[in-house]
Each structure stands twice: as C-alpha cells, then as structure tokens.
C-alpha cells in the first residue's frame, strides 16, 4: 500500500556530513508526521528527529545543533542532514511516516540504512 525508501547511508569519518532521503510512495491521502529513528546493536530503537506537516520539528537531545530534519510535502519526502558526526551515531536509521488514507492514519516505516561512523 505505502512504501518507504530510504538512501544517503554510508561510511563517513568523525566530524563528517552525510543526508538522509526517504520517499514515502503508494496510496497516500496526506502524511502528517514525519521522523527519522535509529537503532545501535544491542539498544532499543530511538526517535532521532520529527517533523510535523505544519513544519515544527524535534530532535533528540544528543544529535540538536548537529542534525536538521526537513520535509518536502509536494513529494512526500523527508530529509535527515546529519553534521559533525560522532561514532556514536552509528546505527541503522529508519524512517517514519503517519500517513492518512481515508478515513484512518496509519504509520509505515523503511527498511533501514546503515550509516557507520568511524572514528
């Protein structure tokens, strides 16, 4: 019905930049809330950062100043610029989105990109 697809993950030094892309495509009336989570080996799954459709955002506490997160709603897209980034970012990144069919809402996710930062 609705499917995620997530690029821009890698291997990237410390102190390096990388961008996120995930496009949300299928049976998509409008898609209110759009984040990014991650999951390190041996940890729980963690939100990263939101944004709303009206553009207000939020971030975890570890990744403010470094991270931006952004949308395009013309095509249902959401975006991750991850800068100064530090080892312990390293995870698998998985996006999110709320969307809205109909009559009902309901949340998808990607499959995942890994993003490695060596120190």
């Known amino acids: 019905q609705v499917q995620l697809v997530e690029s821009g993950g890698g291997l990237v030094q410390a102190g390096g930049s990388l961008r996120l892309s995930c496009a949300a495509s299928?049976?998509?009336?409008?898609?209110?809330?759009m984040g990014w989570y991650r999951q390190a080996p041996g940890k729980q799954r963690e939100l990263v950062a939101a944004?709303?459709?009206?553009?207000?955002?939020h971030y975890a506490d570890s990744v403010k100043g470094r991270f931006t997160i952004s949308r395009d709603s013309a095509k249902n897209t959401a975006y991750l610029q991850m800068n100064s980034l530090k080892p312990e970012d390293t995870a698998v990144y998985y996006c999110?989105?709320?969307?809205?069919?109909?009559?009902?809402?309901?949340?998808?996710w990607g499959q995942g990109t890994q993003v490695t930062v060596s120190s």
């Open positions: 944004i709303t459709s009206d553009g207000t955002t």
């Open positions: 999110a989105a709320d969307v809205v069919h109909d009559y009902w809402e309901n949340r998808y």
């Open positions: 299928g049976r998509i009336a409008s898609i209110n809330e």
